[in-house]
């Protein structure tokens, strides 16, 4: 019989490779299984690259403290890993009387959530700090520590250092099923069957499925929530230091401009509720709609070409609240639900995982740069 593996990570978007990361940084024989044919093919592969302070997180949350950890976490590895990384700061700006009254709860919550840099901002420091935005501008808060990342060498380097430390990654080895035998695991996949004492579901877009067909029943039903995007030339990196952000609602945070880790400037993302959970289309109505919002707020824009478009699938449930659960009996742990401020969370998500099976913590041996 081969091998025990000391935990199974199901799914290869960032938190799965996050969470490989940790584990096997912390000394446990760990293998990926993700279905597809190459990770970060699933709601990892589109987002906006923004890396977050949690200053707008619900509080008290499980999200703000995963946030916030794996923000901590981000900036110390960073350097050693070679990640690019901008030091943008964010402004989240209002536009109309209404929302300049809004913004003291936005500070208000971002001073409670241990954000306290941030700092409001008359419309003249708004300007001054952005010229080119639309002269309509009424204030804004500054966010200093929101930074812009690349959302894909992130979760390769964390892939690259678990495999550094002797984790396996399998790809194309969808979990059709599993049994526990009261000690370990034995997943039944499309390349084989795996044996592991600890099964960990990171399966984002699935991760419902995964649940359903682990232990029969899931807590949690997957609502794909599509977010389009439109990218411009980049020439228009020069009329955009900072983030800039829309005011957030229950729904979603909102239409986001911001320069990318590659020279380019974005605007993004829509949020659309659909059933489909492998296929984020984009259509021309919406992409002119936010090239339109875009251009509202920074009218050089208008003369800037828009050279890329695409569009990317949340993990989003019936609530707001990510879904991370232990079952010890069945050495089983869930992280599910983990929607748009995954990319900032996914570190401290691992963490919180290696808490949950008892993973110490391990200095790595291992730095493969990106």
Known sequence: MAAIFDAAVIGGGVVGCATLRRLAVGGLRTVLLEKSADILSGASKGNSGILHTGFDAP???????????????????????????????AMVVAWTDAEM???????????????????????????????????????????PGEHVIDPWSAPLAYALQAVAHGAEVRRQ?????????GEAWTLQTSQGAVRA????????????????????????????????FAV????????????????????????????????????????????????????TATLEWLVEQA??????????????????LRPATQSKEYHITLDRDRTLVTAGGIRS?????????????????????????????V
């Not at 809004?102 to 708004?126: F, K």
């Not at 509202?296 to 990317?312: N, R």
């Not at 401020?341 to 493969?368: N, Q, R, S």
Request: glycine share 12%; proline share 5%; charged share 20%.
């Open 173 to 181: 080895a969808e979990l059709l099923g599993g049994e526990h035998d």
């Open 341 to 369: 401020t995954g990319l900032t969370a996914a570190l401290g998500i691992a963490g919180y995982v290696a808490e949950l099976v008892g993973c110490g913590e391990a200095a790595p041996v291992a730095w493969p740069r």
């Open 197 to 228: 004492r600890w099964v960990i579901n990171c399966a984002g877009l699935f991760g419902d499925v995964v649940q359903q067909r682990l232990t029969g029943a899931s807590a949690f039903q997957i609502k794909p929530r599509k977010g389009q």
């Open 232 to 283: 411009f030339d980049k020439a228009a990196a020069g009329l955009l230091r900072t983030i800039v952000l829309a005011l957030p609602n229950e729904r979603t945070k909102g239409v986001v401009l911001t320069r990318t880790a590659f020279g380019n400037v974005l605007v993004g993302p829509t949020a659309e509720e659909q059933d489909d959970r492998q296929r984020a289309a984009v259509d």
């Open 59 to 89: 509080a008290g949350s499980l999200e703000l403290r995963l946030m916030q950890s794996g923000y901590r976490e981000y900036m110390r590895i960073a350097p050693q890993l070679n990640l690019p990384m901008l030091e943008t700061g």
């Open 101 to 143: 009254h809004r913004l003291g709860a936005v500070e208000e919550l971002a001073r409670a959530n241990g954000v306290d840099d941030v700092a409001p901002l008359s419309r003249a420091q708004v300007l001054e700090r952005e010229p080119h935005l639309s002269q309509g501008v009424r204030g804004g808060l500054l966010v």
């Open 295 to 312: 251009v509202a707020v920074l009218p050089a824009l208008a003369d800037v070409d828009v050279t890329a478009t695409y569009a990317g």
